[in-house]
């Protein structure tokens, strides 16, 4: 079924139109399909601050999408534009990435109405433990039933402040340190989670690039190596995702968009120097090796092979989807590209990887962290030097048989695995086996006309079978 692209709809109605026409492709019965669309309960809080002898007063929500497992999870975003609206369809997509992923968490997000850029860091950590106290008295924070994480505008400082003001709470709370995910490493948080979503993006890439047929139905060929890539946001997802793909994969990052402007280079920018005059100038302006260009918007519009908005939700809209020229656009940030604007570009036949599946690298690095903090152990502490001391004994085998290991495979071979190598692994194996999934279900369903709404139905058919088998509480 398409729907014609006749008007723009906000980010929650476009979420529940892709969760109506995946709905359709499945046999499950109206009243369950209505109760899993729709936010399970929403948080709105107004609290005050005294900031330089006057009274601020903030908004922050948290909603929960769906408890068919425990704890939700979701991030909590930090903007001046966040509303209600957003929070609840970033909590849906949540209840559908955790359900894709095979993570067994229920769907929450967070949102604080504030530009973080306006305030000094003392003003930013009592504003944010405000905001945490007021979610844990509510019960919208805790290690057992709502776990929050980083989001934009958030980061590993946010979540060690949450962290810490839970802890003084609920210092009986035994798994206190499991109440946040995201945090840093010093305060129980994991190797490769600040990494995680940029790194799933290109596991989810890589593995797209593994099946000719996928490849094939962007008009694309050969591997991720030489590809002219254009990516907008150089945050936590767009950092990430730009480096490994220019350093491991050997693709070409033709531009990057920033809120203050576009760099464009065809030869290639060094996503590293760029990021770093970033941090140290606010912005992308002035940097020297490539073109700047003011309008950053319009630099979706450039020619490339694939094109990553990985900022904020909504750029890829009616207005500018006819003009979009990439052939494959890799959904990093939530909500990228409306309803309106993906029914355009799906006429135009460029393909499209979806979010709710692509940035799902934050939240399966998120699982692994809980999962450590509540064994209360890091991961590769008990089995390491015991692999490695049973690899030594295979290598010594080899070379007793007279074959002669290369010094550098050696090497490789000899390591035990450390936290960084187990939480990479995992990573991986969840992007591949969930595309596997995916391209499966599209490739096998003739009414199914997208990845989309392939992974939304196996999202959904996921939440139900949880539902089914729990029953209604009477
Ligand atoms: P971030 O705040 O770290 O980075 C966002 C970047 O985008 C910043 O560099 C900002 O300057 C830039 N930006 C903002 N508006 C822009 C605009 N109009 N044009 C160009 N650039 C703009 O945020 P993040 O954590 O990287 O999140 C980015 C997206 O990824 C969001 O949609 C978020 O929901 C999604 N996401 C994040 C995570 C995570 O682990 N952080 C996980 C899953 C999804």
């Known amino acids: 079924m398409t729907l014609p692209p006749d008007k723009e ?3 929650k109605d476009s979420v529940n139109l892709s969760f109506d026409l995946a709905r359709a492709t499945l046999d499950i019965p109206e009243g369950m399909a209505q109760y899993i669309r729709n936010v399970k309960d929403v948080y709105q809080v107004r609290f005050p601050i005294k900031i330089d002898g006057e009274i601020e007063t903030f908004i922050g929500w948290r909603a929960v999408h769906s408890d068919h497992k425990l704890p939700v999870k979701g991030g909590i975003r930090f903007s001046p534009m966040v509303n209600q609206d957003e929070v609840e369809a970033l909590s849906a997509l949540m209840t559908y990435k955790c359900a894709l992923v095979d993570v067994p968490f229920g769907g929450s997000k967070g949102g604080l109405l504030i530009d973080p850029q306006k305030y000094d860091r003392d003003t930013m950590e009592r504003i944010t433990r405000r905001f945490a106290f007021e979610l844990i008295q509510k019960d919208y924070i805790s290690s057992s039933t709502n776990v929050p994480a980083p989001d934009m505008g958030t980061g590993q400082r946010e979540m060690a402040w949450i962290v810490s003001t839970y802890a003084s709470y609920k210092p009986d709370d035994i798994d206190r340190l499991a109440c946040v995910t995201g945090k840093p490493v010093s305060m129980g948080g994991i190797d490769g989670r600040v990494e995680a979503t940029g790194r799933g993006v290109v596991f ?14 962007a008009k694309l060929e050969g591997t991720l190596e030489g590809k002219r ?9 767009g950092y990430y995702t730009a480096k490994i793909l220019e350093e491991e994969d050997g693709a070409k990052i033709v531009g990057i968009l920033e809120y203050d402007g576009a760099l464009m280079n065809p030869d290639g920018l060094n996503v590293e120097e760029v990021y770093q005059h970033k941090i140290a100038n606010g912005g992308v302006k002035g940097y020297p090796r490539a073109t700047y260009v003011e309008d950053s918007m319009s630099m ?7 094109l990553i908005p990985a900022a904020m939700e909504g750029v890829i809209h009616q207005g500018n989807a006819s003009r979009i020229k990439t052939k494959l656009v890799a959904e990093a940030a939530n909500g990228p590209v409306t309803f309106a604007a993906e029914v355009i570009m799906r006429e135009k036949g ?10 799902a690298g934050g939240v399966i690095v998120s699982y692994f962290e809980w999962i450590k903090n509540l064994s209360h152990i890091r991961f590769g502490r008990i089995n390491r030097r015991w692999e490695e001391g049973k690899n030594e004994m295979l290598l010594q085998a080899i070379e007793g048989a007279g074959h002669q290991v290369p010094k550098d495979l050696a090497a ?10 187990l939480v990479r692994s995992g990573l991986d194996d969840s992007m591949r086996k969930a595309w596997q999934e995916i391209r499966q279900r599209f490739w096998s369903h003739d009414n199914i006309e997208s990845y989309r709404i392939a992974a939304m139905s196996i999202a959904i058919e996921k939440v139900c079978t949880s539902y089914n088998t729990m029953g209604v509480y009477p």
């Not at 890539?229 to 997802?237: S, T």
């Not at 460029?350 to 940035?359: E, F, G, K, Q, T």
């Open 9 to 11: 709809v906000s980010f």
């Open 204 to 217: 989810g890439l890589r593995e797209f690039f593994r099946h000719p047929d996928d490849v094939k139905r």
């Open 229 to 237: 890539v254009i990516i907008q946001g150089l945050g936590n997802v």
């Open 300 to 306: 979706l519009e450039e020619e490339c092979d694939i």
């Open 350 to 359: 460029i393909a499209n990887i979806p979010d709710v599946y692509l940035n």
């Open 412 to 421: 490789r071979i000899l390591q035990g695995s450390g936290e960084i190598d």
